[in-house]
């Protein structure tokens, strides 16, 4: 089976560029969340959605940040603008919602850099 | 605040020696804990479970501990390999919860 998917693996761009991450989940899962990984924070929680509805958006950082889910298939983290404490690795993981005890599964991450 | 540590410095053992990793909390009740192991480049996978109610649960060459008196979960992994050199994550889950709140992990080094 296909694992969860994102892209783009890498991105580089100059501070004030929108930037746009893409996730595909593993199929008939139905829980959805973005992390955000660095060294000085660990792995932190950006967003959590179920069934295609955010449910928890709290560690979403400011405005800039949006996160969409129009299906279950896809998502998508989105920066405008970006800035240069931004960079770190986002990740994308999925898991079977409606047990609390559901291993998450994650992407390979998308690793940002901003100039 | 909650809070969930793991040893930030790396540990080096050599092969066929048992390393034994530690996530220890404070001001949480967790009531599932769960172990990954991350590669560089790679995102986390997904390892184990443990109950709050489970002492102890094993998985070929690993075992996990859950000491909800002392807050703290041990993560074996005995015959050690070269292979097994990763980076270990503890995520705690609260009942009801499908957050987990993970910690920073622990890089494993296990020489030849």
């Known amino acids: 089976d296909a694992g969860v998917i994102q892209s783009p693996r890498h991105e580089v761009t100059e501070m004030g560029q929108e930037v746009t991450l893409r996730c595909k989940p593993i199929?008939?899962?139905?829980?959805l969340f973005w992390y955000r990984q660095t060294m000085m924070r660990g792995l932190e929680l950006l967003i959590y959605?179920?069934?295609?509805?955010?449910?928890?958006d709290s560690g979403m950082p400011e405005d800039r940040f949006s996160a969409k889910m129009p299906n279950a298939s896809f998502s998508t983290l989105k920066i405008q603008p970006s800035e240069p404490r931004d960079s770190a690795v986002y990740f994308c993981?999925?898991?079977?919602?409606?047990?609390?005890?559901?291993?998450?599964?994650f992407g390979d991450g998308t690793r940002l850099s901003i100039l | 605040s909650q809070k969930i540590e793991q040893n930030s410095e790396a540990l080096n053992i050599q092969e066929g020696k048992t390393a034994t990793l530690t996530c220890n909390y404070t001001?949480?009740?967790?009531?599932?804990l769960q172990w990954y192991r991350q590669d560089p480049g790679r995102g986390p996978v997904f390892l184990l479970l443990?109950?709050?109610?489970?002492k102890e649960k094993r998985k070929e060459r690993l075992k996990v501990t859950f000491d909800t008196t002392l807050k703290q979960s041990l993560f074996h992994i005995t015959a050690s390999q070269p292979a097994d050199s990763a980076t270990y994550l503890c995520?705690?889950?609260?009942?009801?919860?499908?957050?987990?709140?993970f910690g920073r992990g622990t890089s494993l080094i296990v020489h030849p």
């Open positions: 993981a999925s898991s079977l919602g409606g047990q609390d005890n559901q291993p998450q599964h």
């Open positions: 199929s008939g899962h139905n829980s």
């Open positions: 959605f179920n069934n295609n509805v955010p449910i928890d």
């Open positions: 001001n949480y009740s967790p009531a599932y």
């Open positions: 443990i109950r709050e109610n489970e």
């Open positions: 995520a705690l889950l609260s009942g009801g919860s499908y957050i987990p709140t």
